[in-house]
């Protein structure tokens, strides 16, 4: 089925460092969700965005909702190392059903402390 | 107020075995999703219930995995005759409308052995 392009795949850091992740999609998309995952949990939600061009942020976390309607990216500000988790972009797409979330594969984050 | 829960949180089935998994939504969430989730992937849609009724069943493999939603609140997922490559993680997630944000539980993970 169709999926998110998100990158990078994965990401090892220094406490302190910034962070900023991506997700693309060949076709529009009228929401992007952004998710954490951390292990033997399931996604938690982190920011929803719902119009182009909107910019969200929720602590030291930051996403933006592409002006193209086909990108979206997640940027963590002076990382920590309980942001270890995976990464996960989501959306619904423009085109057909808004019944079904589009998935990204994951940006798996580590932390060095 | 409370998220949502899944039980149970472990399963362990001999293969040909049937199982049931319960997801009880957030209240008052209409729209309920069951994914599933292999170890280093994104989760997988399965079905989506609006209310009682199932929306979209496309995502379920073959014939062996059904669910229900009898009262438009809490939902099981059943599996028939498991086989040992319907081992992952089970998430159920609600959200308040169709296109919304979801919000997901912890998940079920079942091991068929």
């Known amino acids: 089925g169709q999926q998110l392009n998100q990158s990078p795949q994965s990401m090892f850091i220094q406490e302190g460092e910034d962070v900023s992740m991506n997700c693309t999609s060949s076709?529009?998309?009228?929401?992007w969700l952004w998710y954490k995952q951390e292990p033997g949990e399931g996604p938690v939600l982190l920011i929803a965005?719902?119009?182009a061009g909107e910019l969200t942020s929720n602590g030291r976390l930051t996403a933006q909702f592409g002006i193209t309607r086909k990108d979206s990216f997640l940027n963590i500000s002076a990382s920590i190392p309980s942001d270890v988790g995976i990464y996960f972009c989501?959306?619904?797409?423009?085109?057909?059903?808004?019944?079904?979330?589009?998935w990204g594969l994951g940006t798996s984050l580590a932390v060095n402390p | 107020g409370a998220g949502v829960s899944q039980t149970p949180s472990n399963k362990v089935t001999e293969k040909g075995k049937y199982v049931e998994l319960r997801c009880d939504p957030i209240?008052?969430?209409?729209?309920l999703y069951w994914y599933r989730q292999s170890l280093g992937q994104g989760p997988e849609f399965l079905i989506y219930?609006?209310?009682?009724?199932?929306?979209?069943d496309s995502g379920l493999p073959n014939d062996r995995f059904f669910a229900v939603r009898p009262e438009g609140s809490v939902s099981t997922l059943k599996i028939q005759r498991t086989e040992r490559g319907d081992s992952a993680v089970y998430l159920c997630?609600?959200?308040?409308?169709?296109?919304?944000?979801?919000?997901f539980g912890p998940g079920t993970r079942l091991t068929v052995t």
């Open positions: 989501a959306g619904y797409a423009n085109a057909g059903n808004n019944r079904k979330l589009i």
């Open positions: 076709s529009i998309f009228n929401t």
């Open positions: 965005l719902y119009k």
């Open positions: 219930f609006q209310g009682t009724g199932a929306a979209d």
């Open positions: 209240s008052g969430h209409t729209a």
């Open positions: 997630a609600s959200s308040a409308r169709q296109g919304y944000e979801q919000y």
